[in-house]
């Protein structure tokens, strides 16, 4: 199943993986995470390959974060500690990809495919993005300390807080000058123009690109704080009854009314 739900397509010189839950936005799942990084290997192990495209299948989203009904089954804070290290884990293996990588969203571009998009080198969408991780309005649950620090890298202190808190899903306008995405295209225009971008990928010096996309990564990585130090915070939102309450009242398609607790 996860074979069929992300999906791989080699185009000569480019690599083109597609998430494919057309009809819960591309929403995550467990094999799904297994697959990309399965996918990650294997094109790193390929020479073949010069530059990686994402996308969402279903033209309404990239990612709409992780399938919530998988949470149901979260009992503890070592639960919580899994699965945050499991995507850490993920994440950065598609930030450590030898190859350029290209997000191409159209849609929502939510949760966890924030944190897929914010690992990729470009990101390029159409008018209908609606970008954030508005997880103080539906989970409540918390972020890994390297997904808070891809957050801030690309937004900053003050942009990450607003759409963290607010759970405030940016639109395309604002996540261009914000410097989210790279560039704005029209339906009709965005594929072609990340195809173009992909092509020249290919006929760039490939240990530039490698060097240049390992130095930026690296001194990313020097500024972040030891994953340990958010554990605690990852615990305290996970096992409260605010989030296995609000994981009840997502499934059962009714709202929740927080406690704090």
């Not at 297994?34 to 192990?45: G, K, S, T, W, Y």
């Not at 759409?163 to 899903?169: D, E, K, T």
């Not at 940016?170 to 560039?183: H, P, R, T, Y």
């Amino acid at each position: 199943m996860s074979d069929e739900h992300v999906l791989y397509d080699k185009r000569g010189a480019q690599a083109w993986i597609t998430f494919n839950r057309p009809k819960v936005r591309n929403a995550m799942t467990w094999a799904m995470y297994a697959r990309l990084e399965v996918l990650c290997d294997e094109i790193d192990a390929d020479d073949e390959i010069r530059v990686v495209v994402l996308r969402g299948a279903g033209g309404q989203a990239f990612v709409a974060g992780t399938d919530i009904g998988q949470f149901q089954d979260f009992k503890t804070g070592d639960d919580a500690l899994a699965y945050e290290t499991r995507i850490d884990r993920i994440v950065g293996r598609l930030e450590t990809l030898t190859k350029p990588t290209i997000a191409l969203i159209e849609g929502f571009c939510v949760g966890g495919g924030a944190a897929i998009a914010l690992a990729c080198d470009f990101r390029y969408a159409n008018p209908a993005l609606r970008f954030g991780i508005p997880i103080s309005k539906t989970l409540g649950n918390c972020l890994s300390m390297a997904n808070f620090a891809r957050l801030v890298d690309l937004l900053g202190p003050a942009l990450t807080k607003d759409i963290l808190m607010q759970a405030r899903l940016v639109e395309a306008d604002e996540a261009k000058s914000a410097g989210v995405v790279n560039a704005i295209y029209e339906d009709g225009e965005l594929e072609s123009q990340v195809h173009g971008v992909a092509d020249r990928l290919t006929r760039r010096a490939p240990l530039t690109l490698r060097a240049t996309k390992e130095a930026v990564r690296r001194i990313q990585v020097a500024r972040r704080i030891d994953p340990a130090a958010g554990e605690d915070l990852i615990v305290s939102c996970y096992t409260s009854d605010d989030f296995h309450g609000a994981v009840d009242a997502f499934m059962n398609k009714r709202s929740y009314e927080w406690q704090g607790r």
